[in-house]
């Protein structure tokens, strides 16, 4: 009776496995991680072995291209550390529903009477998004009313603020608090390919004319190929990301629309491309490149406003 009122998340969910099974199934979730941390190690000694050290014969270019690659590979590090490791944080206490109610809830004799006790309990609440009937967006797992643009994440078993996906090669959910973290980690991975393909380019080229020796040939072989694969491969998923940004939309509201009281608007939270960037990047220009939390606002736990801003000039305007 209560999937009547409960909003749509992220997929099935069900309780997280505990014990033996439970620890092999974590363990498994790092296995994307554990191979993407194997490719950056060995692209390292590739690059600073076998590349710049053994096979480059300018001491100036060895220090241009060595100074230049660390710049970025720290970069890149530090932003995919960021993006795994970042907390995706919890949805504020006032959302909870008190035993009380929920045992109403349960008691309800209909859907129209459930949805009642959910409009009673969120009047005060600064929330805008409804289901597809009209009803308040209640999660039956974690016992909340969702704010806006919160879903259920099966995967972490929890509800995630401005989730935006479950990301199985940072094996956590990019969502409100790591977001910006993992536009970064995109844009320094794309970076940091690029720069390793377009450096080992000559070399490459060197290789197949039969000119270069010994079996570290074969590393800057591979390294240029993978590099550029991966290069080819990211900048579609960095694009269409910068692209979500600009529209302040994540992955699952550009599947699907968010929905107001006046119905579905997929510019719903847009408020120009400007402040749509700056709500994941903040207003200071000298940390915006830098993977430090500086999305704005910042307002989860505020307890007298909206979650996020709402686009004054469409539809879902307070009715």
Same mark, same amino acid.
């Given at each position: 009776?209560?999937?009547?009122?409960?909003?749509?998340?992220?997929?099935?969910?069900?309780?997280?496995?505990?014990?033996? %099974?439970?620890?092999?199934?974590?363990?498994?979730?790092?296995?994307? /991680?554990?191979?993407?941390? @194997?490719?950056? /190690?060995?692209?390292?000694?590739?690059? =600073?072995?076998?590349?710049?050290?053994?096979?480059?014969?300018?001491?100036?270019?060895?220090?241009?291209?060595?100074?230049?690659?660390?710049?970025?590979?720290?970069?890149?590090?530090?932003?995919?550390?960021?993006?795994?490791? @970042?907390? &995706?944080? *919890?949805?504020?206490?006032? #959302?909870?529903?008190?035993?009380?109610?929920?045992?109403?809830?349960?008691?309800?004799?209909?859907?129209?009477?459930?949805?009642?006790?959910?409009?009673?309990?969120?009047?005060?609440?600064? &929330?805008?998004?409804?289901?597809?009937?009209?009803?308040? *967006?209640? +999660?039956?797992? %974690? =016992?909340? /009313?969702?704010?806006?643009?919160?879903?259920? +994440?099966?995967?972490?078993?929890? +509800?995630?603020?401005?989730?935006?996906?479950?990301?199985?090669?940072?094996?956590? %959910?990019?969502?409100?608090?790591?977001?910006?973290?993992?536009?970064?980690? $995109?844009?320094?991975?794309?970076?940091?390919? &690029?720069?390793?393909?377009? @450096?080992? $380019?000559?070399?490459?080229?060197?290789?197949?004319?039969?000119?270069?020796?010994?079996?570290?040939?074969?590393?800057?072989?591979?390294?240029?190929?993978?590099?550029?694969?991966?290069?080819?491969?990211?900048?579609? #998923?960095?694009?269409?990301?910068?692209?979500?940004?600009?529209?302040? *939309?994540?992955?699952?509201?550009?599947?699907?629309?968010?929905?107001?009281?006046?119905? !579905?608007?997929?510019?719903?939270?847009?408020?120009?491309?400007?402040?749509?960037?700056?709500?994941?990047?903040?207003?200071?220009?000298?940390?915006?490149?830098?993977?430090?939390?500086?999305?704005?606002?910042?307002? =989860?736990?505020?307890? !007298?406003?909206?979650?996020?801003?709402?686009?004054?000039?469409?539809?879902?305007?307070?009715?």
């Amino acid at each position: 009776m209560m999937s009547g009122v409960a909003g749509s998340g992220s997929g099935s969910g069900g309780s997280c496995p505990t014990g033996w %099974c439970g620890c092999i199934v974590r363990a498994l979730k790092w296995l994307p /991680v554990l191979f993407i941390l @194997t490719i950056v /190690v060995w692209s390292y000694y590739a690059y =600073v072995v076998q590349l710049c050290i053994l096979t480059v014969p300018s001491i100036f270019e060895k220090v241009v291209y060595l100074v230049f690659y660390h710049a970025l590979f720290v970069m890149f590090v530090w932003s995919y550390w960021r993006t795994i490791f @970042t907390d &995706i944080g *919890r949805v504020p206490s006032k #959302f909870k529903i008190p035993d009380s109610e929920v045992e109403k809830l349960l008691a309800a004799e209909n859907e129209e009477a459930q949805r009642l006790i959910l409009e009673r309990f969120a009047q005060d609440l600064p &929330i805008y998004n409804r289901t597809i009937s009209g009803a308040i *967006r209640y +999660c039956e797992r %974690c =016992v909340h /009313v969702k704010p806006d643009r919160t879903h259920h +994440c099966s995967v972490c078993g929890t +509800c995630v603020l401005k989730m935006d996906h479950h990301c199985p090669w940072v094996n956590n %959910c990019v969502s409100f608090y790591n977001y910006k973290f993992f536009i970064l980690f $995109l844009g320094y991975s794309l970076s940091y390919c &690029i720069y390793i393909a377009s @450096t080992s $380019l000559q070399y490459f080229v060197i290789f197949w004319k039969g000119q270069l020796e010994g079996m570290g040939r074969f590393h800057i072989l591979f390294l240029f190929f993978v590099s550029l694969m991966f290069a080819i491969s990211l900048i579609s #998923f960095f694009g269409y990301h910068c692209y979500l940004v600009m529209q302040n *939309r994540s992955t699952l509201e550009a599947f699907r629309a968010p929905i107001f009281r006046s119905g !579905s608007d997929k510019n719903g939270f847009s408020l120009g491309r400007y402040n749509n960037f700056q709500e994941v990047f903040g207003d200071n220009p000298k940390i915006w490149l830098l993977p430090v939390f500086t999305s704005y606002p910042d307002v =989860v736990e505020n307890e !007298s406003t909206t979650l996020y801003p709402l686009n004054q000039h469409s539809t879902p305007q307070i009715v």
